[in-house]
């Protein structure tokens, strides 16, 4: 059992330290629920590659 496993969080972030905040939550036991605008997503992924998606599964790893 983790400490936030009765804890879910809606995501309504774009830049970097909010999918980094909601990642650790995440890791702790939260779920966590993404919300982007449609046809945009987050603005994580604008601008050059990082290790090809390995950043972004990074950063997404437990969010639905």
């Known amino acids: 059992m983790k400490p936030l496993d009765d804890l879910s969080v ?3 972030s774009r830049i970097l ?3 980094v905040c909601t ?5 702790m036991g939260a779920e966590v629920i993404k919300i ?3 046809h945009w997503g987050d603005d994580s992924g604008m ?3 990082l290790l090809g998606n390995q950043y972004l599964l990074l950063i997404y ?3 639905q």
């Open 10 to 12: 809606v995501d309504l």
């Open 17 to 19: 330290s909010g999918p």
């Open 23 to 27: 990642m650790l939550l995440a890791d």
């Open 36 to 38: 982007e605008p449609p």
């Open 47 to 49: 601008g050059p590659p």
């Open 61 to 63: 790893q437990q969010e």
